[in-house]
């Protein structure tokens, strides 16, 4: 039997044993919890809870921190893997700034960078989420410098009886682009089993989602020099592309369509005072673009896929590999296994973790031209397509923790310790691919290489009566590159070290107001794409530097809160200055995208976000999540160019909002409506991309998203929503999606 056939009647049978009464069980101890507290006291922090995320349409995971302040996730389309995520002064494509965690497993992808490096959204499914939250800014000593943006933790569901969920969602967007005027839809299905066996909790579950997206990638061509001879054509967009050069707009890559199926068990067990934990999470991936549309005919009205053409007199030449046939196939195992405790009759508890990810299969195919064009044959017989395999493309993560609140028996100072290990493997060998035949030739030019963490660290509070609160914390890391390769050539090993102080203070004028400074250095050591992933293909070339530095910056954030009934007031002042920052500048030269990762001198973020949540809004069934934040982000220092110096850092908005407003009609139905909101920004240090509403743009948008859920029964509720509403074209280099409504079911028995 097939592996999804199999969990599938699993789940089936296990159903049928679900009608059986559910006992009580008592709330499982979790003693890791207690660990760290600092780290949401001394950082401005976010939290959700699964009722404010029923209030969002979530297609996918990601959807559900998408209202939270000063962040952005780039989620193209439902499913896609390339849901980059920027917090604060960490714009979305500066991933190793963001950590993203289910439960302790590290989702967030520290091999590689940009819109490679987004975190794995897909290995947790939205219904397991119990809590989301976010914490901004370095400021705790538990993490490293890769949450200079900050951090998102998801907590999932405890089981504590017998139940099975089932959860189905289907998604359609009108989208009426360019020469493209078509609905693309999807859905998803959900199911799970927890129960409570004694001191045994289980939880499996399945996770399968289909959808395809809009076209991602729109082809121009400015006017060329004469040359030979051209093929008069007709149907081509005339426009401006994003540095608002005349183009004409000749073709679209068709629609993604995109394929995830998640297995997953987690289990935990209560052994006396302890309690161990893991999780297996195994998932199946793929992609695929293979229906490109041409926009040209020739006089014939036949499609036109390359070569030099005129367009009322003007000549242009067109890049053929545009319109390659593109498949990407990827699976993937996640572990995690862990367990905590008490240490002794002490007042200390203990929680040791370790994860282990592994790339099973990452292949991805490119045609080098479309089946339709008369050169596919040709291009194909002479291997002149891509085949670009993950290889020894893994990770590891150790971490141990130890703390007390009442350090010295003293109820007002408390003390938390820690060491955490970390191994990145990274290998991609690229081979010349011949589509017609799927068969791949001859190997061009591998790269890869490691990079490993040693880090101590220790964070220390004290309390002086009601009205002051102290916490002081260090972070010590060994960083290092090992076997850094490409083709033949092998980079020399090298290490780095460093200390990252914390500092904060906290004044209590009343015991609803708090006063907080929080100050942190931080270090942000390269990842392996980075420092060795060289690509060179037919529409794009990447290329690493082993030397890179690492980032260094100096945070820090005033903030004033005030505790309402039912809510809360926050006004928080943050300023970033960061050092080497590592940052992938590209240039299009000749219709082929060269990138590569260079440092900038010095980038300075300066920022206020305003907040406020509340419950029974003017003593009405209202509930209010509002924010508004402001920053100006720029580049200080740049000796490799000095001419951007003062301008605006790439994909960083000066404005950015949410609003999420919630009635409860009555105890059965509710409706929500959300606008997310963003002033326009720059994709290029240059910040020469200055036009709007066109592919490669950074645009402004206002989306407004409507959401109403009805429970008919207890177990039972239905929903319909709809995001975009207005159906407001914008791009994030790629469109946003465009109008899409959603039609969604859960069941619990």
């Known amino acids: 039997m097939a ?11 296990l159903s049928v044993a679900a009608v059986a009464e559910p006992k009580q069980v008592e709330e499982i101890r979790v003693v890791a919890d207690r660990l760290f507290q600092d780290t949401t006291l001394v950082s401005p922090t976010s939290r959700l809870t699964a009722e404010d995320i029923g209030r969002i349409n979530v297609a996918t995971t990601e959807d559900a921190i998408s209202l939270e302040p000063s962040l952005v996730v780039r989620r193209r389309y439902a499913g896609d893997p390339n849901g980059v995520i920027g917090i604060r002064g960490a714009n979305m494509f500066q991933t190793t700034r963001s950590m993203v965690f289910a439960d302790g497993l590290p989702l967030h992808y520290l091999l590689q960078t940009s819109f ?7 290995l947790i499914a939205p219904e397991e989420i119990a809590t989301a939250e976010v914490i901004y800014g370095p400021f705790s000593a538990e993490y490293s410098g890769n949450a200079m943006g900050g951090v998102v933790n998801l907590t999932t569901r405890v089981p504590e009886q017998r139940r099975v969920h089932l959860a189905g969602s289907y998604f359609s967007q009108d989208y009426d682009s360019l020469g493209t005027d078509e609905r693309f839809g999807g859905h998803r299905l959900f199911a799970a ?40 054509v007709t149907g081509a967009f005339e426009g401006v592309d994003a540095a608002g050069r005349d183009v004409i707009y000749y073709g679209d890559d068709g629609a993604e369509a995109s394929s995830t199926d998640l297995y997953k068990v987690r289990a935990h067990y209560d052994l006396a005072a ?41 000549r242009y030449t ?23 405790g008490p240490l002794g009759e002490s007042d200390w508890v203990f929680d040791l973790y370790a994860t282990h990810f592994e790339i099973l299969k990452d292949d991805e195919t490119r045609s080098g031209r479309n089946p339709g064009d008369p050169a596919f044959d040709a291009v194909s017989e002479s291997f ?26 003293d109820p007002a100072m408390r003390l938390s310790v820690g060491y955490h290990f970390d191994r990145y493997e990274l290998g991609i060998e690229p081979f010349a691919f011949d589509a017609a035949s799927r068969q791949a030739g001859a190997a061009q030019r ?76 931080a270090l942000r050591f390269p990842v392996t794409e980075e420092l060795f992933q060289n690509v060179d293909r037919t529409t794009a070339v990447t290329s690493a530097d082993a030397s890179l530095k690492p980032e260094d910056g100096l945070h820090h954030n005033l903030s004033i809160e005030r505790r309402l009934e039912a809510g809360m007031l926050r006004l928080n002042l943050f300023l970033d200055d960061v050092e080497d920052v590592i940052f992938s500048q590209r ?62 850092f790439p994909r960083l908005p000066t404005w950015r909002g949410n609003i999420l407003l919630a009635w409860r009609v009555n105890p059965v139905v509710e409706l929500s409506a959300a606008l997310r909101f963003a002033s326009n920004s720059f994709g290029n240090l240059d910040n020469s991309d200055r036009a709007r509403r066109v592919f490669g743009a950074q645009d402004p948008y206002r989306f407004v998203n409507l959401r109403a859920n009805w429970r008919p029964r207890e177990h039972l509720r239905l929903s319909a929503g709809v995001d975009n509403l207005f159906n407001q074209e914008a791009y994030v280099f790629h469109p946003w999606p465009s109008r899409t409504l959603f039609l969604e079911t859960s069941l619990s028995l």
Do not use: C
Not at 3 to 13: H, I, S
Not at 279 to 304: H, I, K, M, N, Q
Not at 492 to 501: I, K, T
Not at 599 to 628: C, H
């Open 384 to 409: 002149g397509g891509r085949l670009i395999r993950y290889d020894d493309t893994r990770w590891q993560t150790l971490d141990v923790q130890a703390g007390t609140e009442r350090l010295f028996d």
């Open 116 to 122: 490679s490096g987004a975190p794995r959204w897909s």
């Open 446 to 521: 591998a790269s890869g290489g490691r990079t490993g963490t040693h880090a101590l660290f220790a964070q220390w509070g004290r309390g002086f009566g009601d009205r002051v609160d102290l916490a002081l914390g260090l972070r010590y890391e060994r960083w290092r590159s090992r076997d850094g390769f490409v083709g033949g050539t092998m980079h020399p090993n090298r290490s780095e070290n460093g200390f990252s102080p914390k500092f904060s203070l906290a004044y209590f004028p009343t015991g609803d107001v708090t006063i907080r400074y929080s100050g942190a250095r």
């Open 3 to 13: 592996p999804r056939a199999l969990a599938f009647a699993t789940l089936a049978a």
């Open 587 to 648: 240039a299009v030269i000749e219709g082929v995208t060269v990138s590569g990762f260079l440092p900038v001198d010095r980038v300075v973020t300066r920022g206020v976000e305003f907040i406020y949540n509340q419950s029974d809004l003017m003593q009405l069934p209202l509930d209010l999540r509002f924010n508004l934040s402001w920053m100006d982000a720029a580049v200080r220092r740049n000796s490799l160019d000095p001419t951007i110096e003062g301008n605006a």
């Open 318 to 340: 067109l890049n053929g590999g545009s319109f390659e046939a593109r498949r990407q196939e990827r699976r993937s195992l996640l572990l995690g296994a862990g367990v905590s």
């Open 274 to 314: 302890w309690q161990l934990r893991g999780t297996v999470a195994y998932e199946e991936r793929d992609r695929r673009t293979s229906d490109a549309s041409s926009f040209l005919t020739d006089p014939d009205g036949s499609p036109v896929w390359h070569g030099p053409v005129t367009l009322d007199g003007i």
């Open 193 to 232: 089993y927890e129960d409570r066996i004694g001191d045994l909790g289980l939880y499996l579950s399945i996770n399968r989602l289909r959808n395809d997206g809009q076209p991602q990638n729109q082809f121009s061509a400015r006017p060329s020099a004469s040359g030979a001879e051209a093929v008069a």
